[in-house]
């Protein structure tokens, strides 16, 4: 009669066991979006999913980080409600195996996955349907636990067109081929990067965050593959530069929402993915965000970053 409560307690044992060795590695799976309850947002020993609250500062951190900007409050590209028409984020389109799938033609055809994507009539597309932006489509087929992604997405009389396109397994590490481009400069996958409601609800973003630079260099790092400048000053952050908030700041003063973005960027950090605007980071919209709480973050500025040296975290 002891047995079954035997297995259960060396069950739990091993659980604890698993989750330890996830913690001490500085690996754990990242949250999974409920509408792809199958699919992990990459494997845990993705670099998108790997602490850095341990690995030591990059020796060129403090001249990086005032290229970026000291005194620059940090920005949430995402929340709820409407902006210019669209909605404040990159949203995420999840399909399941029924959707067809077409061809897309891609004005970076050299450097993008030939496809075809599977795109609903009513994609998700950045800054909504109207938008001038760079209307990045994100779709996640469920089925397959693959992951399509696109820049400029646009459908005429001639069909869907794209800037450039990529597919990613979920389920690997795989990267880009170096020197390609992605739906994103850096050659990266975007939506792993997303600060996502689902997973501000449950308390907890497990992951680094993407965020944009006005000025990047004309390199790149592990696991970034593509640049996107022709400048060559050794203080500016190439793409893949990963930073995170000081572990000496204080976050007790910042509401709830903030203080798991906050928490995330201590933990885990923050890739440099895209030129745009310095310190703006990335996430999917929802009527859940509240812009007022995530309008707190601009009082944390650049100064309170420093560059983490990701050496160790190349295979």
Request: aromatic share 8%; hydrophobic share 40%.
């Amino acid at each position: 009669m002891r047995y079954p409560l035997y297995v259960g307690r060396l069950a739990a044992l091993v659980a604890t066991a698993l989750v330890t060795v996830c913690y001490l590695a500085g690996a754990a799976p990242a949250l999974r979006m409920p509408a792809a309850p199958k699919c992990p947002v990459f494997p845990a020993s993705n670099p998108w999913n790997k602490r850095v609250d341990r690995l030591p500062v990059a020796s060129n951190s403090d001249a990086i980080v005032r290229s970026i900007g000291l005194d620059t409050g940090l920005h949430a590209d995402f929340g709820s409600g409407l902006w210019d028409g669209g909605p404040i984020g990159i949203p995420i389109t999840v399909v399941g195996a029924a959707q067809k799938k077409v061809r897309v033609r891609f004005d970076y055809a050299d450097e993008s996955d030939k496809g075809p994507y599977p795109i609903p009539a009513n994609v998700k597309i950045e800054g909504g349907p109207k938008s001038d932006g760079d209307r990045h489509a994100l779709i996640v087929d469920r089925s397959s636990c693959r992951l399509y992604e696109l820049y400029a997405l646009r459908h005429g009389a001639a069909g869907w067109t794209a800037g450039s396109g990529a597919i990613w397994s979920l389920l690997s590490n795989r990267l880009r081929p170096a020197g390609w481009t992605s739906a994103d400069a850096a050659g990266l996958p975007i939506t792993p990067g997303l600060a996502r409601w689902d997973e501000a609800a449950r308390g907890t973003i497990d992951h680094a965050l993407r965020f944009t630079v006005e000025r990047s260099r004309k390199a790149y790092i592990y696991p970034a593959r593509h640049y996107a400048s022709d400048l060559t000053d050794p203080n500016l952050p190439p793409m893949g530069l990963r930073v995170r908030l000081k572990a000496s700041f204080p976050i007790g003063g910042y509401p709830k929402q903030a203080r798991i973005v906050l928490t995330a960027l201590k933990r885990y950090g923050m890739i440099v993915a895209d030129n745009g605007s310095n310190w703006y980071i990335s996430g999917a919209p929802d009527p859940h965000w509240s812009n007022d709480q995530l309008h707190t973050l601009g009082r944390v500025t650049g100064s309170s970053f420093e560059v983490v040296d990701t050496s160790k975290l190349h295979p």
